[in-house]
């Protein structure tokens, strides 16, 4: 299974970066291996086009707003939940090869989102982009 985690730095044991779209880092981890590649793209759409050329198979978020939830879904990637506090790359995979991360479906992806959208609010309601 080939997994994509959004990290805050270039480092192999960095935090998960809270923000999946707006990560400046993934870790992309295949068979124990970590690859760690910059996020070039704006926004989590852009982001879940980028994973999807590369074949990944599930992601391991905080948080993550509608949209790229609705592509992943409609892509038929895995989700699973992190947890909301600061956590270690390292430690997220050793919780996720127990089996110790939340599975997010339609049943609790509504509490990631509303925690999502209460921390940043939709930047294209009521105004204009010029």
Do not use: C
């Not at 923000?19 to 760690?36: H, M, P, Q, R, S």
Request: no cysteine.
């Amino acid at each position: 299974m080939k997994l994509a985690i959004p990290i805050k730095m270039n480092k192999e044991d960095s935090a998960v970066a809270p923000l999946f779209g707006k990560a400046k880092w993934f870790a992309i981890v295949e068979n124990e291996e970590v690859t760690i590649i910059p996020n070039n793209q704006t926004g989590g759409q852009a982001v879940m086009e980028l994973l999807n050329e590369m074949k990944i198979d599930a992601l391991l978020i905080q948080e993550m707003g509608v949209s790229p939830y609705a592509k992943a879904k409609e892509l038929g990637m895995m989700l699973y939940h992190t947890g909301f506090e600061r956590i270690l790359l390292s430690d997220v995979l050793e919780k996720f090869k127990n089996n110790d991360l939340e599975i997010l479906d339609d049943t609790n992806m509504d509490k990631i989102i509303k925690h999502h959208e209460k921390r940043h609010p939709r930047h294209d309601e009521g105004h204009a982009h010029h």
